[in-house]
């Protein structure tokens, strides 16, 4: 996180003003979340994450001039996390926001504490699923898992201990039920996460985890 004193720095883009202020509300009653910018379409979401450097992007779905799938996987491309929040609750946007490097997609339905926590959790560099469409996730790449399995570039490159790592982001385990797991500190756990994601060329530990499914690993 790059704010003064660990406060997570957040750009909220979506195309209704009562919306944007009534999640901007919601982040403020957390002193540890700073709402630096808003956003009323997808190109201008992506202009805000250039000039701001937020610590997360909370993306919609639909919008005009660039839909936020697109302008998420032009702002992940930035460096900058995007949590999308979306009233739909549709496969082909979950999977379309994922592929383009979200860390994390919740329903507008979504509790208060829900979604501070999810914006803590993306800016810690961990993934969120909302409840509704997580089993569905799952279900559709057990499914769809192939026969034959070849292995994603990048996978052999993997150390045997990172090699755990992904098999625990596959699992969909946090930072610190992987520092659990395996015995080490949170901040090692870290270090593994990020060379793994280098290494597979995975834009976020959620796109991290569906190659190690599909690489059937997980």
């Known amino acids: 996180m790059s704010g003064a004193e660990g406060v997570v720095r957040v750009v909220v883009a979506d195309d209704h003003a009562a919306v944007r202020a009534g999640i901007a509300a919601v982040l403020a009653a957390d002193p540890g979340i700073e709402v630096v910018g808003e956003a009323a379409d997808g190109r201008a979401a ?9 610590d997360v992007v909370l993306m919609d779905v639909r919008m005009p001039r660039l839909d936020g799938i697109a302008a998420t996987q032009e702002v992940v491309a930035l460096g900058v996390a995007v949590l999308v929040l979306t009233t739909y609750d549709v496969d082909e ?30 800016a810690s560099g961990e993934g969120v699923l909302a409840p509704e469409v997580t089993m569905r996730v799952l279900a559709r790449v ?16 993997l150390t045997g201990r990172e090699r755990e790592v992904l098999v625990g982001l596959g699992a969909g385990l946090s930072n610190a039920q ?37 690489a059937g690993i997980a």
Do not use: F, N
């Open 46 to 54: 992506v202009q805000q994450a250039t000039a701001l450097r937020p």
């Open 93 to 122: 946007h979950v999977d379309g926001a994922l592929a383009a490097g979200a860390s994390g997609y919740l329903l507008k339905t979504a509790e208060p504490d829900a979604l501070i926590a999810g914006v803590r959790r993306v």
């Open 142 to 157: 057990r499914a769809a898992a192939p026969i034959a399995v070849a292995q994603p570039a990048g996978i052999d490159d």
């Open 178 to 214: 992987l520092a659990l797991r395996l015995g080490i500190s949170e901040p090692t756990i870290k270090t593994h996460v990020s060379r793994v994601l280098a290494k597979l060329g995975a834009p976020s530990r959620m796109r991290a985890a569906v190659i190690a499914r599909d």
